[in-house]
């Protein structure tokens, strides 16, 4: 349970703010603004890094910094070294000494402000503590040289935890707002208990609120839980398959409750629906193995690595088919799939028939049949225009089916 306090600060990391930056995926992008708001909750970014030995070394040395408290000058000659190994040209602000500082600056402090806040968040919304105060002050940083109006003007501001405001204006509000949020049992006398007039109101050029910069209209940390299996399924769909299988694995290995949890109520869903609706879902990854027989073996190059199932296996007349047969996964099998496609649990076979993937999934034990998944590489479903890989069929079979040794080949 959290001090009452909420000790910790940039110099003083504590726990939470450390677990928060741990967790997060190294994500390849060109551009600060190539993910959105609270994808940024899973994800580390440097703009401009691309390469996965670079992003970890820079992953690293943030996290040491957090870990040991380093200061900024520290951190500026571990990114030198990690910049001049990993051949890194190219960055915005390389070439002189102001623009190198600036650009270690915003790594730095950007990622150490936001973990803080994550981390602070975790604490603010434990039961325990929000029972005890469950009121939230807007706490603006002390010794600014140029304050924002609008940040001096929540200052003090006593609002309820699950009031709108925080939603959007949960600091850090903007690049080097060093605002925080601490938690009071109820508003004192003289405090400010409703935000100022037009608060909310959109700027139609920023599309945020207020006072807050572009990107970063969000509450660090409080997208956690409800956005991770559509963020990541976004991502590993989106990006090449050498760099997709890597972070899926890694995601699989931090949050592999979490995702599987999320695709079993996915599941819950679809079959609550009772009908088909387009909707489709990642299932799993491909392995490296698995796309390099792939490409050796057809010549092809997917576009990603994601393993997606349509709403159709589950629901309408292609499942009815199979459970006239009897052969259709049941509900339960269905929310263990995810689970099921990690790799100790499944054969992958080529088709030379029909040109598709069969994987192979032990349900249990004593099953005699294994569950089918059909899937076929660079598809486009019928309401998209992104190709993906995708189970066309999904049904129990009998393994012995797979070693004839002449319609499928075996992956390994």
């Not at 408290?69 to 102001?98: P, Q, Y």
């Not at 559509?230 to 989106?238: D, T």
């Amino acid at each position: 349970m959290p001090d009452d306090n909420l000790s910790g600060s940039l110099d003083l990391p504590f726990a939470e703010q450390i677990e928060f930056f741990r967790k997060k995926l190294n994500l390849p992008t060109k551009r600060w603004d190539d993910i959105k708001k609270a994808e940024h909750d899973r994800f580390f970014i440097v703009a401009g890094a691309e390469k996965a030995d670079l992003l970890a070394d820079l992953h690293e040395a943030v996290l040491k910094a957090e870990r040991s408290g380093t200061t900024l000058e520290t951190f500026r000659k571990d990114f030198r070294k990690i910049v001049e190994e990993r051949g890194w040209h190219g960055w915005t602000g390389e070439g002189t000494k102001a623009g190198e500082n600036w650009r270690t600056r915003v790594i730095y402090e950007t990622n150490l402000r936001t973990s803080y806040a994550a981390g602070r968040y975790a604490q603010l919304t434990d039961p325990d503590l929000l029972a005890r105060r469950p009121y939230w002050k807007y706490v603006h940083a002390d010794g600014v040289q140029n304050p924002r109006p609008q940040h001096l003007a929540w200052n003090g501001l006593v609002l309820r935890h699950d009031h709108p405001f925080w939603k959007t204006n949960y600091p850090p509000n903007g690049w080097g707002c060093g605002c925080t949020v601490t938690a009071v049992r109820a508003p004192k006398e003289g405090d400010k208990t409703e935000p100022p007039p037009g608060w909310d109101k959109i700027n139609e050029k920023t599309g945020e609120l207020p006072g807050i910069d572009r990107g970063w209209g969000y509450a660090p940390g409080a997208s956690v839980a409800d956005e991770l299996r559509r963020i990541v399924e976004s991502k590993v769909a989106s990006l090449p398959p050498d760099f997709g299988i890597p972070f899926y694995e890694l995601a699989a290995k931090n949050a592999e409750v979490a995702l599987e949890r999320s695709f079993g109520q996915w599941v819950d869903n679809v079959l609550a629906a009772g009908v088909t609706r387009n909707q489709t879902a990642v299932i799993g990854a491909m392995t490296k193995m698995e796309l390099d027989f792939w490409r050796q073996e057809t010549g092809n190059f997917p576009e990603s690595a994601a393993l997606a199932v349509e709403d159709r296996l589950m629901v309408g007349k292609k499942a009815g088919r199979h459970e006239g047969k009897g052969d259709a996964l049941t509900s339960d099998e269905w929310k263990r799939a995810a689970a099921l496609m990690r790799h100790a649990n499944r054969d992958a076979y080529y088709d030379t028939v029909r040109k598709n993937i069969v994987y192979l999934l032990t349900l249990s034990k004593s099953a005699k049949n294994k569950a089918k998944l059909a899937i076929e590489v660079d598809f486009i479903a019928k309401g998209s225009k992104q190709k993906m890989n995708l189970a066309r069929a999904a049904f129990k079979q009998d393994p012995q089916v797979f070693n004839d040794g002449r319609r499928y080949k075996k992956i390994e």
